[in-house]
């Protein structure tokens, strides 16, 4: 099986920065495709980035661009999410995903396209 361990979640004001990381363990082979997702209170599941960890570069969703950075350790199964100019828009439980391959085009971004899935991290932005 496949388990996947996110850590790095907190409360933080608006304007600083977080880093989230997501650790696969079991049958990692599984794990080749991983993202990031959060729901926000009330909200519905959505995307924030998705990195292929056998290289490429990641894609992010447009509210994200320019201040998210996602990458992928030197081992291949974990991968980390660095947050900077946090926004209170930005509160939200963050959850760990990953698939044996990644979608292309604009389905990338679609949670049926994951697998697996982890226990999520909380991120509160305060004003």
């Known amino acids: 099986q496949v388990r996947l361990a996110e850590s790095g979640g907190g409360s933080v004001q608006a304007g600083g920065s977080l880093r989230l990381s997501c650790a696969a363990s079991?049958?990692?082979?599984?794990?080749?495709?991983m993202a990031w997702f959060r729901q926000p209170p009330g909200g519905q599941r959505e995307a924030v980035g998705s990195i292929f960890t056998g290289g490429g570069s990641p894609i992010y969703a447009d509210p994200v661009k320019g201040r998210f950075t996602l990458s992928a350790g030197s081992a291949r199964n974990t991968v980390f999410l660095q947050m900077n100019s946090l926004k209170s828009d930005d509160t939200a439980m963050y959850f760990c995903?990953?698939?044996?391959?990644?979608?292309?085009?604009?389905?990338?971004?679609?949670?049926?396209?994951?697998?697996?899935w982890g226990q999520g991290t909380q991120v509160t932005v305060s004003s």
């Open positions: 079991g049958y990692t082979y599984r794990t080749s495709c």
């Open positions: 995903a990953a698939a044996r391959w990644c979608s292309d085009g604009r389905t990338w971004s679609l949670p049926q396209n994951f697998q697996y």
